[in-house]
């Protein structure tokens, strides 16, 4: 992985002083909290519900051990013995003290971490496939990219105050496990049929209060115009997207109201003044941070190893296992392995002090001392040999990450929702849980979990989308309905390739009635699906309309009418 040269020391050192002074500054009473603000929020730090929240960076979802161990401290000695990984690849803390947030970050810098530009207008965490480097079906090894494009962004001078908050994912992969189609900019990493490496690029995608997908605007890009080409589209949005209304304020809009043409126009001409200039990407620098992320010293293994087969023949526990939780693997004799953090009863996403500790532990022992985590707030081995697979199967068991659930219904998305975001309409967890519990009690066994097979199901406490619940198969919103707590549903959303956008069902619903509607949608589907159909497959066949006409029945009229 990327290792810090003396120059990112610095800059990371320079700002942990720099916001030490800031908030000393703050806390005196020599700033004010509308100069504080910005400040803030460029170090990651938002005021909550309850407390500060700090959110920290995870590059293209990429840990050391030793920097999780770090995270793992700062969970017990300035929180409260947990942290909450999100759907940008980030790690949040609910409860730091403020007067602390510059000695967490200090820490932070001890270990090549920081907060920098985790919130505000500015361009966000880079976020990648967590499978990138390793995946079977990848064109081309996403990372060295996604690092140019984190040094690009991070302190950028001209885009450090844009109109919004800007998202950049980066896909090498035959299937899209980096979201690509909704994001300010897309980037699908592939190669031509001359074996150059390039770059398709989708603009003016988003959730949020206007969800909308991603255009093509280049379909190859020579990889070294890829950092110019982005300085174009940003200073096209910087010079005109709006800033007195920022419900208006993403790139997204600017597409949709210029048009993509008008758009693409408005890029090309910007480009031409910084095609070929000093931000072109030199083989040299290409070669420079791709050397960080060469393979590990892997074993020649066999294609598949005699005692793993045995145990997954033998154990019909750690086949269920197999069959949802461990990924393909470029290289012979390996496996990815991912570790579920949804638990039955456990807010989605949170790990505690001893969990991320205990996942160190097993990345060092097992995976190289690595660690992913994914934007379905998951956290990946991504080097096990498959003779380790049942050691690993065990050792997650023993600390709750052992759920044979990726993918299918109890694999929940949701943000922290308000339980502690004070831009929440509703609660996240608690709805979770309630669908967690109901499938548990209502749907029966894991064999019939299995049966219904792939379902994402999406929750975001407000319109902001953390939950991503536009493109879940099933997805649902927090809504305020007269300062009472309320949930729209909507159906026949994805990810990848094929993303779309989910369609509501109707009016919204109480919080005591979603499980019930759950539990409607799944046996409306498992009555209407063919064979071999997954719940996706089954919408877009049939319409939302039967699955609408299932969900209200036996509603009250006032219900129904929220």
Not at 181 to 186: E, M, N, W
Not at 447 to 459: A, P, S, T
Not at 541 to 559: D, H, M, Q, S, W
Request: hydrophobic share 40%.
């Amino acid at each position: 992985m990327y290792k810090y040269d003396i120059y990112d020391q610095r800059i990371v050192d320079e700002r942990v002083a720099q916001f030490r002074d800031q908030t000393r500054r703050f806390l005196a009473g020599e700033l004010s909290e509308e100069e504080f603000r910005p400040l803030r929020l460029q170090n990651g730090l938002y005021i909550q519900k309850h407390a500060p929240m700090l959110r920290v960076a995870i590059p293209y979802g990429l840990l050391s051990t030793r920097q999780l161990r770090k995270l793992a401290g700062i969970a017990r000695d300035y929180d409260h013995g947990y942290g909450h990984f999100t759907t940008r690849q980030n790690i949040q803390f609910n409860w730091p003290a403020l007067e602390r947030v510059p000695d967490i970050l200090a820490e932070l810098a001890t270990v090549e971490m920081h907060a920098i530009q985790t919130s505000g207008n500015c361009i966000r965490n880079v976020t990648s496939d967590q499978f990138a480097g390793v995946a079977h079906d990848e064109l081309v090894d996403p990372r060295p990219y996604a690092e140019i494009i984190r040094q690009w962004s991070t302190f950028h001078p001209e885009f450090a105050y844009l109109p919004r908050k800007f998202k950049i994912a980066v896909s090498g992969s035959v299937e899209d496990r980096a979201g690509t189609l909704f994001h300010d900019i897309g980037v699908q990493v592939a190669r031509n049929d001359s074996g150059e490496v390039g770059f398709k690029v989708l603009v003016g995608g988003g959730l949020g209060r206007t969800p909308i997908l991603g255009h093509v605007i280049r379909e190859w890009l020579p990889r070294e115009h890829v950092l110019t080409y982005f300085d174009a589209i940003l200073r096209v949005y910087n010079r005109h997207g709006r800033r007195d209304n920022m419900y208006k304020a993403r790139i997204k809009i600017l597409v949709k109201e210029r048009g993509l043409d008008a758009f693409k126009r408005e890029v090309d001409a910007e480009w031409a003044f910084l095609k070929d200039g000093p931000g072109t990407l030199t083989q040299a620098e290409i070669d420079r941070v791709a050397a960080h992320f060469v393979d590990p010293d892997y074993a020649d293994l066999p294609d598949v190893e005699v005692d793993f087969e045995r145990a997954r023949r033998d154990n019909k526990a750690f086949a269920r296992w197999v069959s949802r939780n461990v990924f393909g693997h470029k290289r012979a004799g390996y496996a990815a392995v991912t570790l579920s953090l949804k638990k039955t009863g456990v807010p989605p996403g949170d790990a505690t002090t001893g969990q991320l500790e205990a996942v160190a532990d097993l990345a060092d022992r097992y995976s190289f001392g690595e660690v992913r985590v994914s934007h379905e707030q998951n956290l990946i081995l991504a080097d096990v040999r498959q003779s380790d697979l049942f050691a690993v199967w065990e050792a997650a068991k023993a600390i709750g990450f052992a759920t044979p659930n990726i993918g299918l219904l109890t694999d929940i998305i949701a943000c922290p929702g308000g339980d502690f975001c004070s831009l929440a309409n509703a609660k996240s967890i608690p709805i979770a849980n309630a669908i967690q519990a109901r499938v548990r009690e209502k749907l029966g066994d894991l064999d019939y979990l299995f049966d219904i097979g792939d379902i994402e199901l999406n929750i975001s406490g407000c319109m902001n989308a953390c939950g991503h619940h536009h493109v879940g198969h099933i997805g649902i919103l927090g809504v305020d309905k007269h300062g009472s707590e309320f949930y729209q549903v909507s159906i026949g959303g994805s990810q990848g390739e094929a993303a779309s956008l989910g369609k509501v069902i109707g009016p919204s619903f109480a919080q005591d009635d979603m499980a019930d509607v759950i539990e409607k949608l799944i046996g409306t589907y498992v009555d209407l699906r063919h064979e071999d159909e997954r719940f996706i497959d089954t919408v877009r066949r049939t319409g939302i309309e039967p699955f609408k006409a299932r969900v209200y029945t036996g509603l009250t009229r006032e219900t129904a009418d929220v």
